[in-house]
């Protein structure tokens, strides 16, 4: 049986999994990013990884490995300079096939998503949707035409860096007023923390919390049991992202939006003041109905079920365009 390796870096969370041709993911481990601050140190844990999955079956065959990451580089298979991850420049390509000896493909991790929605999801049939993954980061996978934006470098598509606020809070990447500052995980608990220090809200379960210890699921949580401040948090948040999307769609023109990653779990917390501030921000001369969706891959397997179909359509359109093969 042939399988593929696909590989998900986040900034929290790699994710390892062992993907057969007809998309079933048969195993995955997890590697904590905090646990691998040195290149050797990632290198050792990926090499671990992939020989356990790889050893606990029999008559298998590894066909490739597929990985998606931030700072993907897709000309040189080199990982760089990814704000949320604690490595400059990443050989990884390089890495694998020496050890391997296997196709190995890359592209960025937002791309793994619009990947798996275009091959396994609801995308099937769309040439033209984005998805846009709100984790640790903001990221935007791109599919124009049918096909998926890399640009030159394989680096299109950061749409977490765009700059929504001048001189807004400091982000990652060095500069100001990124998107990702506002509408990630960790975007959502500073807006927390700012409503928590301005006082304005007199009574919530979300004032028991240690404020530098907030995390987003205890706002999704507290706004599951209607807290306001918590709906509050998400309403600021949901507006500034349907803003963003509003905007988007003047460059894109996207017949669909779905929204992935772990805030995107909030559901209608999160959704419906995003599609209230994306309708009243829409330019008039597009559809109001542009539907914004929860992305149909279960998010846990949604980036290594993508990098798998890096390898499993090597022989069509993504290992020409779409992925780097050193």
Known sequence: MKVAIGIDIGGTNIKVGLINRAGQLLQENNILVKECPSQNILFKE?????????????????AGIGIGSPGANVTTGVIENASNLPWDKLPIVEFLINLFNVPTYLTNDANLFAIGEKVFGDARHMNDFVVVTLGTGVGAGIYCNGSLLQGRDGL???????????????????RKGCLERYTSASGLVLTAQEILNSGVVKSSTLQDQPIKELTSMQVMEAAASGDFMALEIFRVTGKVLGEALADLTAYFNPEAIFLAGGLAKAGSFLFEPTIKSFKENLLSIYPNDIPILQGSIQDNHAGVLGAAALVWDSEGHFKKIHSSVI
Do not use: W
Not at 46 to 62: A, V
Not at 160 to 172: A, E, L, Y
């Open 156 to 174: 299109a598509g950061e749409f977490g860096h765009v700059i929504i606020q001048k001189d807004g809070r400091p982000c990652q990447c060095g």
């Open 46 to 62: 990926l090499k671990n990884s992939i020989h356990s999955l790889t050893y606990q079956l029999e008559n298998i065959e590894l």
